[in-house]
């Protein structure tokens, strides 16, 4: 039976570079449109891509330029799956997947009881061999964690090589639930808002992402 990965420090990494806080602040507007709001986050996951996938393994593979045969890093991403958590998370796959076109694609299918705030499954499907493959879970809010803690332990069940957690905004609340249930899984954040509110809302937060990107409200 595949062995789970050694665990490492849990870590938040906030991402602070000028373009990522631009286009976030442009995100937040209450009065950007739906496409716009699509837009910005395709170009906002795209950025953030390059520091997710910053310690991902590379090998050496034989190439010929077009002066000589060289040895040069190459990045399998066919190794790499994206786990987008349904369904806002799906409004960060088209910017991702234009960084590393190879990479695989799991959905995580979960619903947040008004009343309990407790995450309900009702979809899961995730590629084969994923013992061999490192595994980015996204989700663009990072609110109560429970839907991400519950979207991780039912990856973690599938003992990927490693797991990590990438959303655009996350509340204290989110963080402490994460690092409570998982300390191994570093969270990649572009924003670490005040608080929730009394309906389990990020503020100052920008709004309901899925109804933002999709136009259901």
Do not use: W
């Amino acid at each position: 039976m595949p062995q789970t990965p050694a665990p490492r420090a849990a870590q938040v990494h906030h991402i602070t570079h000028p373009l990522v806080q631009h286009k976030l602040t442009l995100m937040r507007d209450r009065e950007a449109s739906s496409t716009t709001f699509r837009t910005l986050l395709g170009e906002l996951a795209m950025l953030m891509a390059y520091e997710v996938t910053r310690d991902m393994p590379t090998q050496m593979v034989e190439i010929e330029t077009p002066l000589e045969k060289m040895a040069s890093p190459m990045i399998d991403g066919k190794k790499l799956v994206f786990a987008s958590i349904l369904r806002a998370g799906n409004g960060m796959l088209d910017g991702l997947l234009r960084v590393v076109p190879n990479a695989r694609v799991g959905h995580v299918g979960l619903y947040r009881d008004p009343k309990t705030l407790e995450a309900v499954e009702y979809y899961f499907k995730m590629p084969t061999d994923m013992a061999e493959r490192d595994v980015i879970a996204v989700d663009p809010m990072l609110a109560t964690g429970h839907s991400a803690a519950a979207a991780l332990a039912r990856l973690k069940a599938l003992r990927p090589r490693s797991l990590g957690f990438l959303c655009l905004l996350a509340a204290p609340e989110g963080i402490r639930t994460l690092h409570a249930e998982h300390p191994d899984v570093p969270i990649y954040t572009a924003a670490i808002d005040r608080e929730l509110n009394d309906h389990g809302y990020i503020l100052p937060g920008l709004g309901d992402a899925g109804d933002r990107i999709f136009g259901t409200k």
